[in-house]
């Protein structure tokens, strides 16, 4: 009797150990809410990404946000794991001359400018670039500022030196403090583009080329001179990662027409550009980058950038 005491006892304590690990916390992190798991992703064949063999991902600032979710989706991270796996800093056409030396191997970017092409063109490499979604130019001013649209003509007069007082178009009497970026920038690259100004574009005086978008969103909201200030930006950026800007400054509507999702999507706002996920030609068919490559250009790469509130191109 004694013996089945002490063996039924034995047997308690084990089942008890058995219910104790299965009750051990999971400390998997589950993908940000609304996304598509790892397992849900269709990845090419059975490829199964991990931090040690995840592509090195930059790009352009403003796509930072998407790369962020495309780490989290791939890899069942959190956003902030995501984050310290990516890097988006310096220049757009640093990042495409990073790529082209091997320091990334994916990017998620804007338009490469006329140096970085000249740059790759000159590397011998070429890139594979498809468009995800599309970005406008947008040009803000002080909030306080009467003016509320601008034409395209005007704005090009402005930037050529014909038109530099305020009253020119609809505002109060002032000098036109215009702002430009430093021009290996994404945002520089588009108004270069889009503006087409070519040689006929002003040189800015001194303080008024801001080497970052944070600083020029600072100089039209902050400065001194920010009641008359005008400058550019994409608007991505100000409306869903600096946003707060916009309680001291404002967009402009360009021949009448606001920027939004919709009216970037649709074309009725006119100064639109795509943006692309790039990787290198010579990627292998099986390479790490290559996969993610195929996965952000599918539909449930389509439906991440939607879900990042980026604007997409909609049939008109």
Do not use: H
Request: net charge negative; with cysteine.
């Amino acid at each position: 009797m004694k013996l089945k005491k002490i063996a039924a006892l034995f047997l308690a304590l084990c089942l008890l150990g058995l219910c104790a690990c299965g009750a051990e916390t999971d400390t998997t992190t589950e993908p940000p809410t609304g996304e598509p798991s790892a397992a849900e992703s269709n990845l090419d064949g059975n490829f199964v990404f991990t931090k040690d063999n995840y592509p090195r991902m930059g790009g352009s600032l403003a796509n930072l946000p998407l790369g962020q979710a495309v780490t989290a989706t791939v890899l069942g991270v959190s956003r902030e794991d995501a984050n310290e796996l990516i890097t988006f800093a310096g220049s757009t056409t640093d990042n495409y001359k990073a790529i082209i030396d091997g320091a990334f191997d994916i990017l998620l970017a804007y338009e490469p400018s006329e140096e970085a092409k000249q740059y790759i063109a000159d590397s011998g490499e070429e890139l594979e670039m498809t468009p995800i979604g599309v970005d406008a130019l947008v040009f803000i001013c002080a909030k306080d500022n009467p003016v509320q649209s601008l034409t395209l003509d005007q704005i090009k007069s402005i930037y050529t030196g014909k038109t530099t007082d305020w009253s020119a178009v609809g505002g109060k009497k002032g000098d036109i403090a215009a702002y430009q970026r430093n021009p290996d920038s994404g945002s520089q690259t588009l108004f270069d583009k889009l503006l087409g100004l070519g040689d006929t574009l002003i040189d800015p005086p001194e303080g008024r080329r801001i080497g970052t978008m944070m600083g020029l969103l600072e100089a039209i909201a902050d400065y001194d001179d920010s009641e008359n200030a005008l400058g550019y930006t994409v608007y991505y950026y100000l409306t869903n990662m600096e946003s707060e800007k916009l309680n001291r400054a404002k967009i402009l509507a360009i021949d009448g027409v606001a920027p939004s999702n919709d009216s970037i999507g649709d074309g009725s706002y006119p100064l639109t550009n795509d943006f692309y996920v790039v990787i290198r030609k010579s990627a292998k068919e099986n390479s790490p980058e290559r996969v993610l490559y195929n996965w952000i250009c599918s539909s449930q790469g389509a439906e991440l950038v939607k879900q990042e509130n980026y604007p997409v191109r909609t049939a008109n």
